[in-house]
């Protein structure tokens, strides 16, 4: 800043007079290196007592010392600034390379590099649009990280028996959370006081969002099963602490539900999309943690009222069916007297059913018995059978051997050619044949005999096995005839008269 002087004046803080030792007839003053540097530092200081500057920070540094160092630079310059360690209680704000900035403070020189600096005391963000910015990358950052998620967002418990606050202590937020929660349903209230804003304002938030939520249960203080995070209206500048990037990732780990109240209505910080809930005012906050208990105490009325409505229309329903099902049930002593009736036929009915079929049975029994031909008459046939058979064995068996011996003697002693042992052989199988034959039943049938038979195919060889109205099986030559017995025995030489 430069400033005219009237003619003659010297600027404010220059020495004035002649210095010892200077050469006679000279004008322009002498002066030290230290001189001069002192009376630089005092005309800026005068004339620049405090100021407002604009400008993005660049270089930040913090030194070991506590002091910080970095620069304020625009599109056309660049000046050096430093905040003194006292100075950070009162900074504002966290410093970093990159964000503009107002710093207010106070020009000054170090004079042993012969610069000069900006003494800041105090650095606000450089207008809305450059805090705006600012949350706005934050916010998507945190958002690519999944922070915001609704997949995180918890349910908040129906009513809780301890509800944490983390506010400022002497606020009227904590009143109006207080008196709502009186109003609606008084519930147990832990209030972790901090800061709302100011240097080391979101530290001290997260640090008490982290503690609240680092309470066991079932210890002393309970642990909160609801949480409000909340603050006044106020400026951008004012709510910074909570688009803080520590608080934001405070609220979102926490595990116990959590209600952001920061602000106004139409005010909107980072910890409201990282919170479960979110109020547009203190009393809203506390009016989602506790429900109104004369609500709770309507509602229940309402539904004892609706479960009676439903057990009177479920009682009366099931009288109404029960009635229907008595009138459509039978008179029970007229079933009981109709089935008892029904015994007593049925009594009757067997007590003579009984002895007739016994008498059918029986009846059955005899005719099969006098069908069933005699084990004697069948003893004989078989006899008889036997006898023939084995009469007819012994009489061919030995006319056999004969021949056959004869043949072989024959066979021995002739040394006859093959034709005439051939001949000898057929002349034999004829006479064979022709024996054969002539004991054959079949011939004596052709004879004019016949053969007598059961009705089972079994021979009567005696008039002692027939007996009246047996059925009779005659087999001649050419086929067979049934008879019937029409007595026994009527002579002795054994005639039957069929």
């Known amino acids: 800043m430069d400033e005219a002087l009237p003619p003659g004046a010297a600027p404010a803080g220059t020495p004035t007079g002649t210095p010892a030792g200077a050469p006679a007839g000279v004008n322009v003053p002498e002066f030290s290196v ?57 900074i504002g704000l966290a410093p970093e390379d990159g964000i503009e900035v107002i710093a207010t403070g106070r020009l000054s020189t170090y004079a042993d590099r012969s610069t000069y600096q900006l003494v800041v005391e105090r650095l606000e963000y450089a207008g809305a649009g450059a805090l705006l910015a600012r949350i706005e990358a934050l916010r998507a950052r945190l958002l690519a990280e999944g922070l ?61 969002i982290a503690g609240f939520d680092s309470i066991a249960h079932g210890g002393e203080p309970p642990r909160p099963d609801v949480l409000i995070v909340a603050r006044g209206g106020g400026s951008l500048e004012d709510l910074m602490a909570f688009n803080d990037e520590a608080v934001v990732r405070a609220a979102a780990a926490c595990r116990i539900p959590l209600i952001s109240a920061v602000g106004h209505e139409t005010d909107t910080t980072l910890i409201d999309f990282a919170a479960d809930r979110r109020a547009p005012t203190p009393t809203a906050a506390a009016e989602m943690a506790a429900p109104a208990r004369t609500d709770l105490l309507a509602d229940l009325e309402q539904t004892a009222a609706r479960l009676a409505g439903a057990l009177q229309s479920q009682t009366q329903a099931a009288l109404l069916r029960l009635r229907a099902a008595e009138a459509r049930m039978p008179d029970l002593p007229g079933v009981l007297a109709a089935a008892r009736q029904r015994l007593d036929d049925r009594e009757e009915r067997l007590r003579l059913s009984l002895p007739n079929l016994l008498a059918a049975r029986r009846g059955a029994l005899t005719n099969a018995a006098m069908r069933l031909p005699s084990p004697l008459s069948l003893t004989q046939a078989a006899r008889q ?18 021949l056959r011996r004869a043949g072989l003697n024959a066979v021995r002693l002739s040394a006859a050619p093959l034709h005439a042992l051939l001949a000898a052989d057929r002349n034999r199988l004829a006479v064979m044949g022709a024996t054969l034959e002539s004991v054959s039943p079949e011939a004596v049938l052709a004879r004019g ?48 008269d069929l």
């Open 449 to 496: 005999y016949a053969v007598v038979l059961t009705e089972t195919a079994t021979p009567i060889t005696s008039a002692a096995g027939v007996r009246p109205g047996m059925a009779l099986r005659l087999r001649f030559a050419d086929g067979e005839a049934r008879a019937t017995a029409n007595g026994g025995r009527s002579d002795r030489q054994g005639r039957l």
């Open 385 to 402: 059978t036997l006898v023939h058979a084995t009469h007819r064995a012994a009489t061919a068996l030995p006319s056999l051997l004969a």
């Open 148 to 208: 915001f998620a609704p997949e995180r967002k918890r349910t908040l418990p129906l009513l809780p028996e301890t509800i944490g606050v983390v506010t400022s202590e002497g606020g009227a937020v904590l009143h109006d959370i207080r008196t709502t929660l009186a109003r609606r349903f008084p519930r147990r209230l832990l209030v972790w006081p901090v800061p709302v804003q100011g240097e080391g304002a979101a530290a001290r938030i997260a640090a008490a």
């Open 34 to 90: 230290t001189e001069i540097a002192g009376a630089i530092k005092r005309t800026l200081e005068g004339a620049f007592g405090r100021v407002r500057v604009r400008g993005e920070i660049s270089g930040y540094k913090r030194h070991a010392s506590g002091h910080a160092y970095f620069s304020l630079k625009d599109e056309g310059a660049k000046i050096d600034a430093v905040i003194w360690r006292s100075g950070f209680g009162r």
